[in-house]
Nanobody, 116 residues
Framework: QVQLVESGGGSVQPGGSLRLSCTASRSIFSFENMGWYRQAPGKQRELVAKVFSGGSTNYADSVRGRFTIFRDTGKNMVYLQMNSLKYEDTAVYYC??????????WGQGTQVTVSA
């Protein structure tokens, strides 16, 4: 069983920054990709960003240029640096690990609130 533990959420003013962290219980190279998803109240969970085992990345159009996903393979950690935060970024953010056999693991979620 894979454990994903997130940290780093909180409240921030518009234009501010936060960094989310996700620690995996095994080597992140064992996953096809790892990513961050978010779910706002009343909305479906959506992809924010993902990083593939080879290092390439994907971003949702709504966060491209503001958010950066990166990893520390030695620590089995994936990060999401969020800059220029907007009200609409408010959501619960979930870390995801996707295996080559199409199995998904999820963290418990961390709340990000952007408010004045």
């Amino acid at each position: 069983q894979v454990q994903l533990v997130e940290s780093g959420g909180g409240s921030v003013q518009p234009g501010g920054s936060l960094r989310l962290s996700c620690t995996a219980s095994r080597s992140i190279f064992s996953f096809e990709n790892m990513g961050w998803y978010r779910q706002a109240p009343g909305k479906q969970r959506e992809l924010v960003a993902k990083v593939f085992s080879g290092g390439s990345t994907n971003y949702a159009d709504s966060v491209r240029g503001r958010f950066t996903i990166f990893r520390d393979t030695g620590k089995n950690m994936v990060y999401l640096q969020m800059n220029s935060l907007k009200y609409e970024d408010t959501a619960v953010y979930y870390c995801n690990a996707h295996t080559i056999v199409k199995r998904d693991y999820w963290g418990q979620g961390t709340q990000v609130t952007v408010s004045a």
